[in-house]
């Protein structure tokens, strides 16, 4: 069950992603704090904020945006800047790109990065799509 995130728990994660993410994003997170998209071929695990409110809130938030970003980054062929906000279970991630006219925004489209060919492919021009 997803919790409502303090908004303070996103300013922390885009200073050590250094970033800005998308409003909408943001007030997704702040609502449910994770959860799940579902598309025709896929069910997608949203990654929540990490939420040190409390034990319990640890607990369910410790596959949290910035680690799972990280790791995704270890990946052959992931994109360096990509922010990865949602997986499939199959070693692919839902991502977010940064913005070409500010690389410290991130754009609103989301991305597919498909781990086996490290092909990334637009699934949406809005979060609003699919959240």
Not at 100 to 115: A, G, K, P, Q, Y
């Amino acid at each position: 069950m997803p919790f409502p995130l303090d908004p303070k728990y996103i300013l922390e994660a885009e200073r050590e992603l250094s970033v800005l993410l998308p409003e909408l994003y943001k007030r997704k997170m702040i609502e449910h704090n994770g959860g799940e998209i579902i598309t025709t071929e896929h069910s997608w695990s949203i990654f929540p904020i990490f939420d040190r409110a409390d034990e319990k809130r640890i607990s369910r938030t410790s596959n949290h945006l910035v680690l799972e970003t990280y790791v995704a980054r270890t990946w052959p062929g992931f994109p360096p800047l990509a922010v990865a906000i949602a997986e499939n279970g199959w070693g692919d991630y839902l991502v977010l790109l940064p913005s070409e006219v500010d690389m410290s925004e991130l754009r609103d489209n989301v991305f597919l990065w498909v781990h086996e060919t490290g092909q990334l492919l637009e699934v949406a021009d809005s979060l609003g799509e699919l959240l």
